[in-house]
């Protein structure tokens, strides 16, 4: 079988429709049809501040609402990323073939340092995307489920392993991001040529998997709409619109030509109040599910250090023979 990893930040206390439609969705799906390896990436969340007391709860509740959305610990190995400590090792020796002014033409460093401020900007902010693709290579990914803002970052991954190959020897499998077009960048409602972001998005622009649905309907009821009456898709001329329409298809699992079709004559005021209807049936289970995980933490902390040795013992033998490649002086 082929194999999968994909990772997702703990940085806030429920995770939003961008990242379940243009993620964690098809982490549920290649669960079928690869040897799957996901992981709560609680060493990407430190790089721009964070809140000590609660990154612990967090990384449980991003777990948690995991398995509510499908990942089946029978099916997929889910583990926490600083419970496998060959992450942080692996990264060292590809930050040392990574050039300054590669890392330093990220995007999504560049607009982070920005707004954080250059000088108060962390390295490892600057070295994520390092720590990213060491993440990728030590399980040997085919196939990398993202949303369309971690393209960049995924073709830095794939230098990265050709780069140790060529310059050391045949040691990590090049792999591919798994981007599924339709849903690889889901916008911010109240910005709707802005990606869904936790950290950038206004509390009105975001939907969240965990918050009452009601609060959701009304977000979705004030979404920004386009000019015009007519319910078409045109990312375009029509943004917002198509935005919602995107959403609707991907939760309903009903194509945006049959949506279209049901709405002609309708307004935007009924796609918006029968979408927050969607989104309510939708996460009203994840939502007890996620409950009910969360009210026997033993039970999925050791669900998640299971994880975390399955994960090294896959890591474990890759990082070995990075160690022997780059000439390291193993121990007897
Ligand atoms: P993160 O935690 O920001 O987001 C998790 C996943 O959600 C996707 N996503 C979106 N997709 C569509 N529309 C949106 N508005 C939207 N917002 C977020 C992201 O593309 C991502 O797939 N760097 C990664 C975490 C990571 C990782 C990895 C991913 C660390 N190591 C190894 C893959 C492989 C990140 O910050 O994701």
């Not at 050709?162 to 911010?188: L, S």
């Not at 969360?294 to 998640?304: G, R, S, V």
């Amino acid at each position: 079988r082929p194999r999968t990893f994909s990772g997702i930040q703990p940085t806030a206390d429920s995770f939003h429709l961008g990242n379940y439609l243009g993620a964690v969705r098809h982490w549920v799906a290649l669960q079928e049809t690869h040897d799957a390896f996901y992981c709560v990436v609680d060493q990407h969340a430190i790089t721009a501040g964070h809140d000590a007391a609660s990154l612990r709860q967090r990384s449980r509740t991003a777990a948690a609402q995991l398995l509510a959305v499908g990942l089946d610990p029978e099916r997929c190995t889910l583990f926490v990323q600083s419970q496998v400590p060959e992450h942080a090792q692996l990264a060292w020796i590809l930050s040392c073939i990574t050039g300054f002014g590669e890392a330093g033409r990220m995007v999504q460093f560049k607009d982070k340092s920005q707004k954080h401020g250059n000088e108060r900007s962390s390295v490892g902010l600057f070295t994520y995307p390092i720590l990213q693709a060491a993440d990728i290579l030590l399980y040997q990914a085919n196939a990398v489920p993202v949303g369309e803002d971690q393209r960049q970052h995924l073709e830095l991954s794939r230098d990265l392993a050709q780069r140790f190959n060529t310059m050391f020897g045949a040691t990590f499998t090049v792999p591919a991001p798994h981007i599924v077009k339709d849903t690889a960048k889901i916008t911010d409602l109240q910005d709707p040529t802005a990606k869904m972001s936790k950290s950038s998005s206004s509390p009105a622009g975001i939907v969240n998997l965990l918050e009452d649905p009601a609060r959701s309907a009304k977000k979705i009821r004030s979404a920004v709409t386009d000019t015009g009456r007519e319910i078409v898709f045109d990312t375009e001329t029509k943004p917002g619109v198509s935005n919602l329409l995107t959403i609707y298809s991907a939760l309903a699992e009903r194509s945006i030509d049959d949506l279209v079709n049901a709405y002609a004559g309708k307004g935007y005021g009924d796609l918006k109040k029968d979408l927050g209807e969607v989104v309510r049936e939708f996460v009203t289970p994840v939502q007890e599910r996620t409950r009910a995980y969360l009210d026997d933490p033993a039970q999925l902390d050791k669900l998640l250090a299971a994880g975390a040795e399955k994960a090294r013992a896959v890591a474990g033998p890759t990082l070995r023979t990075a160690y022997e490649r780059v000439g390291f002086f193993l121990p007897v």
